[in-house]
């Protein structure tokens, strides 16, 4: 990574400003299995009391997350034998008849997949692995496979998914690390040096942004813009504040994105899997900044990583739709964003995991009607919004200063002075129209829901008023 002068300046502020918020002898620390210590907030403005910012469009946003997927190599065809060689074969995990199972995923496959997908307002993240099991790099060759057979396989991901899905890198090769000064794995076949377990042990904020950045790279010489990235296995888990911030300098560096995220954690408890907007700074200024983890919040339950046989739909909604994962998360209201692997997706061509995700969408629209499609980024883009937005009231006017524009933003306000409502910046005003219901709710409308309103519309950056008129 060659960042230039400007980029270099950017990136260290973040990360000195990002310091001062945790005492220095908590960086290196284990983050622990709730990874509670990479989610230092940073600052947060102050919002008025008795106004809520609530979920987009007052829906319960929904997604699904899908890693190691790629290009055409079926990824963990070729991972199994390298997990198992660093384990010393003495893992039953990584036991299974590898040999028996396809070396491709087929564009087919991922044309019907994204077509059905489409069709039903699905969205979420796809993952491209840049160097897959360090079978080729998708910029340069890819054994097995012509450039032609690749490049029609890029373009395929980026007219029919990226729509859609946001693109990841899932770290350079999912399996063994790449010695960056040679672009050759490094000899040692251990855990600590495979990106899934110890490599990133005591790695710096540099380390691993230099890492991430060129599994970036990678992908924007294919032109596969990302917003962030997603770490396999147990990549970064005992460096989380370092893989936070390595994650806002790599992506901002590569792709100049306002508001870079990542996958890391996944829940299946009780926890909240709300977004976690982290090491917010520079919010008064012109260049305000952070990053924010994004939580799955199922197992996965379509098949695995490893073709073993799917736990079924039942586990994200029951058949009568009473219960399930997937219902206790959204009738709680929070982002409910599904887990699952491309390889037991696609299931040897069974595709046994595509089958439970089509009846799990299925359930999922019989039995809610607030329900709302959206990608990481757009998920991302929306809690930095929701938490890091300064809201006050002067009179009867409610005032937004946003670091972040915002397409949708939704809030709940006391009722008001009856008459128009308008939204008013930079000298322009919006006509806000009323709607009879909640599902009717889209931007520049607002409905009332007893004794408050709830008003819907594209916050800008800069300074918004709401106003009656």
């Given at each position: 990574?060659?960042?230039?002068?400007?980029?270099?300046?950017?990136?260290?502020?973040?990360?000195?400003?990002?310091?001062?918020?945790?005492?220095?002898?908590?960086?290196?620390?284990?983050?622990?299995?709730?990874?509670?210590?990479?989610?230092?907030?940073?600052?947060?403005?102050?919002?008025?009391?008795?106004?809520?910012?609530?979920?987009?469009?007052?829906?319960?946003?929904v997604g699904l997350i899908i890693d190691d997927s790629t290009c055409l190599v079926n990824l963990n065809r070729f991972a199994m034998p390298q997990f198992n060689t660093a384990w010393g074969g003495n893992t039953?995990?990584?036991?299974?008849?590898?040999?028996?199972?396809?070396?491709?995923?087929?564009?087919?496959?991922?044309?019907?997949?994204?077509?059905?997908?489409?069709?039903?307002?699905?969205?979420?993240?796809?993952?491209?692995?840049?160097?897959?099991?360090?079978?080729?790099?998708?910029?340069?060759?890819?054994?097995?496979?012509?450039?032609?057979?690749?490049?029609?396989?890029?373009?395929?991901?980026?007219?029919?998914?990226?729509?859609?899905?946001?693109?990841?890198?899932?770290?350079?090769?999912?399996?063994?690390?790449?010695?960056?000064?040679?672009?050759?794995?490094?000899?040692?076949?251990?855990?600590?040096?495979?990106?899934?377990?110890?490599?990133?042990?005591?790695?710096?904020?540099?380390?691993?942004?230099?890492?991430?950045?060129?599994?970036?790279?990678?992908?924007?010489?294919?032109?596969?813009?990302?917003?962030?990235?997603?770490?396999?296995?147990?990549?970064?888990?005992?460096?989380?504040?370092?893989?936070?911030?390595?994650?806002?300098?790599?992506?901002?560096?590569?792709?100049?994105?306002?508001?870079?995220?990542?996958?890391?954690?996944?829940?299946?408890?009780?926890?909240?899997?709300?977004?976690?907007?982290?090491?917010?700074?520079?919010?008064?200024?012109?260049?305000?900044?952070?990053?924010?983890?994004?939580?799955?919040?199922?197992?996965?339950?379509?098949?695995?990583?490893?073709?073993?046989?799917?736990?079924?739909?039942?586990?994200?909604?029951?058949?009568?739709?009473?219960?399930?994962?997937?219902?206790?998360?959204?009738?709680?209201?929070?982002?409910?964003?599904?887990?699952?692997?491309?390889?037991?997706?696609?299931?040897?061509?069974?595709?046994?995991?595509?089958?439970?995700?089509?009846?799990?969408?299925?359930?999922?629209?019989?039995?809610?009607?607030?329900?709302?499609?959206?990608?990481?980024?757009?998920?991302?883009?929306?809690?930095?919004?929701?938490?890091?937005?300064?809201?006050?009231?002067?009179?009867?006017?409610?005032?937004?200063?946003?670091?972040?524009?915002?397409?949708?933003?939704?809030?709940?306000?006391?009722?008001?002075?009856?008459?128009?409502?308008?939204?008013?910046?930079?000298?322009?005003?919006?006509?806000?129209?009323?709607?009879?219901?909640?599902?009717?709710?889209?931007?520049?409308?607002?409905?009332?829901?007893?004794?408050?309103?709830?008003?819907?519309?594209?916050?800008?950056?800069?300074?918004?008023?709401?106003?009656?008129?």
């Amino acid at each position: 990574m060659n960042p230039s002068d400007s980029q270099s300046i950017t990136r260290r502020r973040f990360v000195q400003q990002a310091s001062r918020a945790i005492p220095a002898t908590m960086l290196a620390l284990d983050g622990g299995a709730s990874g509670a210590r990479a989610q230092e907030p940073g600052k947060r403005p102050k919002q008025a009391t008795g106004i809520e910012v609530l979920n987009p469009r007052a829906r319960v946003p929904v997604g699904l997350i899908i890693d190691d997927s790629t290009c055409l190599v079926n990824l963990n065809r070729f991972a199994m034998p390298q997990f198992n060689t660093a384990w010393g074969g003495n893992t039953k995990s990584y036991h299974r008849d590898w040999k028996s199972w396809p070396v491709e995923i087929p564009d087919s496959f991922v044309r019907k997949f994204g077509e059905w997908c489409a069709e039903q307002g699905v969205k979420g993240k796809y993952s491209i692995v840049p160097f897959p099991a360090c079978v080729g790099r998708l910029d340069r060759e890819v054994p097995g496979w012509s450039r032609r057979e690749i490049n029609d396989s890029i373009k395929l991901v980026r007219d029919l998914m990226m729509p859609n899905w946001d693109i990841h890198p899932e770290m350079v090769t999912h399996t063994r690390v790449i010695d960056l000064k040679t672009g050759h794995p490094y000899p040692d076949h251990s855990p600590k040096f495979m990106e899934n377990w110890d490599w990133t042990t005591g790695k710096s904020v540099d380390e691993l942004a230099s890492y991430h950045a060129y599994a970036l790279q990678i992908l924007k010489n294919i032109d596969l813009p990302c917003d962030g990235l997603t770490t396999p296995g147990g990549y970064g888990n005992k460096v989380l504040p370092q893989l936070s911030q390595a994650t806002f300098e790599s992506v901002r560096d590569i792709f100049g994105t306002e508001v870079p995220h990542y996958f890391r954690h996944l829940y299946t408890d009780e926890r909240s899997v709300a977004p976690r907007v982290e090491y917010a700074s520079g919010l008064d200024g012109n260049d305000p900044q952070c990053v924010v983890s994004i939580i799955g919040c199922t197992g996965d339950w379509t098949g695995g990583w490893d073709n073993v046989e799917p736990a079924g739909a039942d586990k994200f909604i029951t058949a009568d739709l009473s219960s399930g994962r997937m219902v206790d998360v959204i009738t709680r209201g929070e982002p409910a964003m599904m887990v699952c692997h491309w390889t037991g997706i696609y299931w040897n061509g069974e595709e046994k995991g595509f089958k439970v995700f089509q009846e799990v969408v299925r359930r999922l629209h019989a039995r809610f009607d607030h329900l709302i499609w959206m990608k990481l980024s757009e998920l991302a883009r929306y809690w930095a919004a929701k938490e890091l937005t300064q809201i006050t009231r002067a009179g009867e006017a409610i005032q937004f200063h946003a670091s972040f524009a915002c397409p949708e933003f939704t809030v709940s306000i006391p009722k008001g002075a009856r008459g128009n409502l308008l939204i008013q910046h930079d000298g322009k005003i919006q006509l806000l129209k009323e709607v009879a219901l909640s599902k009717q709710l889209q931007s520049n409308t607002w409905y009332e829901d007893n004794d408050r309103l709830v008003a819907c519309f594209n916050l800008p950056k800069g300074n918004t008023e709401l106003v009656w008129q």
